[in-house]
């Protein structure tokens, strides 16, 4: 099982920046992906997830109405779309999986099967 995070970059507030997970190894339409954010010195904590098995998805508020998350199936792939971006949105980004009929579980991080080690971006003022 691979998760594979790129994208990650050093850009100026109010920039945009794409994050891609490449997975492979596991039956992608029957896994959620969550995009987990870890700042400076704090605790990682999820940001978007996306359930490939219905396409349902959730944002975390701070970013609701800037960030997008999107699923290729043919490309086994999740893509964050991070538009105006902020100097909080500085840190390492994960993409995980866990099963689609763990989706309800809360915290989500205790469904995460599969971590990928993530990819950095840094917001600067």
């Known amino acids: 099982v691979q998760l594979v995070e790129s994208g990650g970059d050093f850009v100026q507030t109010g920039e945009s920046l794409r994050l891609s997970c490449a997975t492979s190894?596991?039956?992608?339409?029957?896994?959620?992906i969550t995009w987990f954010h870890r700042a400076p010195g704090k605790e990682r904590e999820e940001v978007s997830s996306?359930?490939?098995?219905?396409?349902?998805?959730t944002y975390e508020d701070s970013v609701k109405g800037r960030f997008t998350v999107s699923s290729d199936y043919a490309k086994n792939s999740v893509y964050l779309e991070m538009n105006f971006l902020k100097p909080e949105d500085t840190g390492n980004y994960y993409c995980?999986?866990?099963?689609?009929?763990?989706?309800?579980?809360?915290?989500?991080?205790?469904?995460?099967?599969?971590w990928g080690r993530g990819t950095l971006v840094t917001v600067s003022e």
């Open positions: 190894g596991f039956n992608f339409d029957g896994f959620f």
């Open positions: 996306i359930n490939n098995k219905d396409g349902r998805t």
């Open positions: 995980a999986a866990g099963p689609a009929s763990l989706w309800s579980m809360r915290p989500r991080l205790a469904a995460i099967h599969y």
